[in-house]
C-alpha cells in the first residue's frame, strides 16, 4: 500500500512528465532522436520522423518482437510496443538519463510492453532468457563504431568483428536492421582517435564488416540511411 504521506497529487500522477522532461526529449541530445509527447501519442522531429519511415519500412509483417541495441531517448522501443502484434519490446543503452526519460515516456502512455535496461550487448546475450529470448526485429542504427572502439560514455569495447556478429546473431531471431559508418574515414573525430590510440585503424574496414557478417547472416542492401551511411537487412543463417 502507498503511504498516502508520500502519494502525490493525481495531476502528478497522470503527468511525470515535467517541463524539464518534456525539454530533453524535444532538444537534448542527439537531436536525431528527438520528439514530443502530445496527448497519448508520439511525435518525432523532423530528423527522426525520416529515420523512422525508412526503418520501419523494413520491419518484419506482422511486427511481434523489437530490441533497439542503443535506444537513446527510447522512440522506436516505445513506438513499437504501441503496436497491438508487438508483445515485448526491449531497448538497451548505457546512458542513465536516457533511460529514465524513455521509462518515464513508457508509463506515462501505460506501454507495459516497452522496458529499457542499462546492459552492453554481452551482457543482454548471456541474460536473454530473462527477456523471453532472442528478438524478431533487432536494431542497430549508429552504434558499431561505438560497440568496436568504445565511447566517451562507455569505454567498453568489443574490437572483434566475429565476435560482434556472433553475439548480434545470439539475440536476432529474424531480422537485424543495420545503417552503421562502416569505414574510419567516416566516423566521427573522437572515435577515429580511439581507433589510432588502440592501434585498430587498420582493423575498420567494410570488407572486414561485410565478412563477419556474411559468415552469419544472409545480407541485402537498401540504400543509404542519410549522409551516406549504408542500410542493410541481415537475416540469421
Not at 497519448?40 to 530490441?67: C, D, G, V
Not at 508483445?87 to 515516456?105: F, S, Y
Not at 573522437?190 to 565478412?211: D, V, W
Request: hydrophobic share 40%; aromatic share 10%; glycine share 4%.
Amino acid at each position: 500500500m502507498t503511504d498516502p504521506a508520500f502519494d502525490p497529487p493525481a495531476r502528478e500522477r497522470a503527468d511525470p512528465l515535467s517541463p524539464e522532461l518534456r525539454a530533453y526529449l524535444a532538444e537534448g541530445y542527439p537531436a536525431n532522436h528527438a520528439y514530443r509527447v502530445r496527448g497519448s501519442r508520439l511525435r518525432a522531429s523532423f530528423k527522426l520522423w525520416r529515420r523512422r519511415r525508412r526503418i520501419a519500412a523494413l520491419y518484419p509483417r506482422p511486427l511481434t518482437s523489437l530490441l533497439d541495441l542503443s535506444c537513446s531517448k527510447g522512440y522506436f522501443v516505445l513506438d513499437a510496443a504501441a503496436k497491438p502484434t508487438c508483445e515485448r519490446a526491449l531497448g538497451i543503452d548505457v546512458h542513465p538519463p536516457d533511460l529514465e526519460a524513455a521509462r518515464a515516456v513508457g508509463a506515462h502512455l501505460t506501454l507495459e510492453r516497452a522496458r529499457f535496461e542499462q546492459l552492453r550487448l554481452d551482457t543482454l546475450s548471456e541474460r536473454l532468457e530473462e527477456f523471453g529470448g532472442p528478438f524478431q526485429t533487432v536494431l542497430l542504427i549508429n552504434t558499431y563504431p561505438y560497440l568496436y572502439f568504445g565511447s566517451r560514455r562507455s569505454e567498453q569495447s568489443y574490437p572483434d568483428h566475429e565476435r560482434l556478429f556472433e553475439l548480434l546473431h545470439a539475440v536476432c531471431q529474424e531480422r537485424l536492421i543495420f545503417s552503421n559508418r562502416v569505414s574510419l574515414a567516416r566516423c566521427p573525430r573522437h572515435i577515429q582517435e580511439r581507433a589510432r590510440a588502440l592501434g585498430l585503424r587498420e582493423t575498420y574496414e567494410e570488407a572486414a564488416i561485410r565478412r563477419a557478417a556474411l559468415a552469419r547472416f544472409e545480407l541485402r542492401e537498401h540504400g543509404s540511411l542519410l549522409r551516406g551511411i549504408p542500410l542493410w537487412t541481415l537475416s540469421p543463417r
